[in-house]
């Protein structure tokens, strides 16, 4: 079987000066998207495949929660990068799940200082 059309690489995660899980942003990427006239805008009239919006969107260092919000990001680049992330030695599904659990008690968390706040008053 021939492989005449790859899939492009994965971008690795990072986490930000905030705590944001990113993929790793490729700076000559994010400078030509910035001195692109238009921007975003100006790509997102271009007709390309969804392969290479989903790439760029990694390229540019785009948050992983915030990627699953893109239609064209598939869940197997979701999966796979937070699986390479958190866990090499166990599968995307639990990768996935200890991401999910995470981000469930920040937001708990929260809550839990929102209720404090709230029974102040």
Known sequence: MSNDNPKHPIQPLVVDGH???????NKIVSWLLDNLNGGMNTIAEMDFTDEDREQFAQLVGYSHSGAGD???????????????????????????IAHLEKKLEIITSQLGDLIKIGSLR
Do not use: Q
């Not at 705590?19 to 942003?25: L, Q």
């Not at 796979?80 to 996935?96: G, Q, R, T």
């Open 19 to 25: 705590g944001v899980i990113r993929f790793k942003e």
């Open 70 to 96: 893109l239609g064209y990001m598939s869940h197997h680049v979701l999966k796979v990068s937070i699986y390479d992330y958190y866990y090499s030695d166990s599968s995307p599904d639990k990768a996935y």
